[in-house]
């Protein structure tokens, strides 16, 4: 029962920590990953609240330094989808029916337990798991997933508060209910805030989640539900488990409950999620919400009157910071033929100071790719480039995976700009760059957006602020999220909220107040308080 209107202010946004030399934050990073590496994790399912083993594991090693064993998760199947749907679908009405305040102050203790007590280890099992360096792990699997949770408890409490007009006589309320049915979540290894954001927006709104996390990410998303678990979430409302993507869907997307998914991750999967949605869609009890966030291949333009330095340094981080893996990272670069030279000698000499290696040693920025499957493919488009006509390397090229899934990020030159590279998303350190005559900046922007069918991020170089209106106008449907004059990666919540369209998803945007609504089933509730008593209206009597 709720005795009061409740106040969730906008917050600000968490502080990026720096781990400079001597910082206390750095000594206990440094702490938190020597103890992780010493110690073999057992990773269990959490279903209904209860650690679920299966004793079919599969171990899990730093991308970075494979021969080494972080620990192994339990391996589930198609009776543990069927278990997490059972489980969540119990704690649905229990939970849908606690007060708001009550649900709310879940998610910002868990907020606060991360900022703090478990900073070091969100950041350290991301680091070791996925590969990322000390400064990407904290503005992703510390300060974003903070910023996630906090700010979508102010964003819910705006929508609660919004209620229609009442006439007369009457009093007219809306209820902001959960879906009926259970959410699916699935994420992907890049980011441990998207693994924490898509099961939590959907469960902070009332609805009970399934969720399936990449086996790249496990290391890292286990630590956060074991996090939601000392906060407070109750058994049943978030259901982690670890099974494949065709036993997942099966089950899933077969069932009446099946409310809505929220996804993170290829536009090949998302559209054949969709595609099996919508063949059973008579089977389901209401129309299913489908919120996906998919690929992209992120763009820069530079302007003939951009500076040099500021192109080569937002291409230096924006395709590279952590090893392109990002899904707004800039993949293509469009360069006037009046700064291609100076651009490229600061390209080449910047990926030269470049060092690579193991995410322990913190004067590395570049780290590993996520698996071997993810080297042989980006290895596979830098061999072709190299026996290409149609392409030149301009630094990097080579590649080791004795040791770790090292690839050096490396700038390619296409002759052609519709070369393979130029169009399609390879999601690793490697950018394609084209030079264009520079009075043909106009014509360019056209190639801009009809070049690739993804539609996520991009960006703008110029000092010339007509350019820059043109670019604006001309690329209005080629990037969800368009930066002017900085690299196209780097969205933060509250500020840039994130998505885009065509190839690259629903652009719901996470981490605004849209991306929640996507999660709610409002109802209008009229009470009529005079109620009439006679069917007839005043227009039918003639005296």
């Known amino acids: 029962m709720s005795l009061g209107t409740f106040s969730y202010p906008l917050p600000a946004n968490e502080p990026v920590l720096n781990y400079g030399p001597g910082s206390a934050e750095k000594k206990r990073l440094k702490e938190v990953l020597a103890l992780l590496k010493k110690e073999k994790a057992d990773i269990p399912m959490y279903i209904g609240g209860k650690e679920v083993r299966t004793n079919k594991t599969q171990s899990i090693h730093p991308p970075h330094e494979i021969k080494h064993t972080l620990g192994h998760f339990h391996i589930g199947t198609e009776k543990h989808v069927q278990q997490a749907i059972d489980a969540a679908l119990a704690a649905k009405d229990s939970w849908a029916a606690m007060s708001w305040e009550d649900r709310a102050g879940i998610f910002l203790k868990a907020a606060d337990l991360i900022a703090t007590k478990y900073r070091p280890y969100m950041n350290g099992t991301t680091m070791l798991g996925q590969s990322k360096n000390a400064y990407q792990a904290e503005i992703d699997a510390a300060c974003e997933i903070v910023d996630f949770l906090r700010f979508n ?195 080449v000499a910047g990926i030269k100071s470049f060092k690579m290696g193991t995410v322990e040693d913190f004067t590395n920025f570049i780290n590993a790719v996520i698996d071997e499957k993810s080297f042989d493919k980006i290895a596979a488009y830098i061999d072709n480039a190299k026996k290409d006509k149609k392409a030149e390397i301009w630094a990097g090229g080579k590649y080791d995976k004795s040791k770790g899934y090292f690839i050096q990020p490396t700038v390619i030159e296409a002759k052609d700009p519709k070369y393979v590279t130029m169009c399609e998303e390879i999601f690793g350190p490697v950018l394609t760059v084209y030079v264009y005559p520079e009075k043909k900046f106009e014509e360019v922007l056209e190639l801009v957006d009809t070049t690739s069918p993804y539609a996520l991020t991009g960006s703008i170089i110029s000092t010339d602020r007509n350019a820059i ?37 629903t652009n719901d945007k996470a981490g605004s107040i849209l991306n929640l609504y996507r999660w709610l089933s409002p109802r209008t509730i009229k009470e009529t308080f005079n109620p009439p008593t006679d069917y007839a209206y005043p227009f039918m009597q003639e005296k």
């Open 153 to 347: 408890v102010h964003y819910l409490s705006e929508i609660y508060k919004q209620q229609p007009i009442s006439g007369p006589g009457m009093h007219n309320r809306l209820e902001f209910r959960p879906l009926e049915g259970f959410v699916l979540a699935v994420t992907p290894f890049n980011f441990t805030a998207i693994g924490g954001n898509l099961p939590t927006s959907a469960a902070m709104c009332g609805n009970t989640v399934v969720w399936k996390p990449a086996n790249t990410q496990v290391y890292s998303a286990q630590m956060f539900m074991r996090i939601l678990q000392e906060a407070g979430l109750p058994d049943g409302v978030i259901n982690l488990i670890y099974v494949d993507g065709p036993t997942l869907g099966k089950i899933c997307f077969a069932h009446r409950d099946f409310t809505g998914v929220h996804f993170t991750g290829s536009t090949g999967v998302f559209n054949n999620m969709w595609e099996t949605i919508g063949k059973n869609m008579g089977n389901y009890k209401t129309y299913p919400r489908i919120v996906g966030e998919t690929g992209g291949k992120d763009f820069v333009v530079a302007h003939p009157s951009a500076k040099a330095d500021v192109v080569a340094t937002a291409l230096l981080r924006g395709a590279f910071e952590f090893q392109g893996q990002k899904c707004s990272a800039a993949s293509r670069a469009y360069i006037p033929s009046n700064l291609a030279e100076e651009v490229k000698k600061k390209l």
């Open 469 to 505: 209106a043109l670019a604006t106008d001309k690329l209005r449907n080629a990037a969800g999220n368009f930066y002017v004059n900085d690299k196209p990666t780097g969205a933060v919540v509250g500020q840039q909220p994130f998505g885009g369209a065509r190839a690259s998803g």
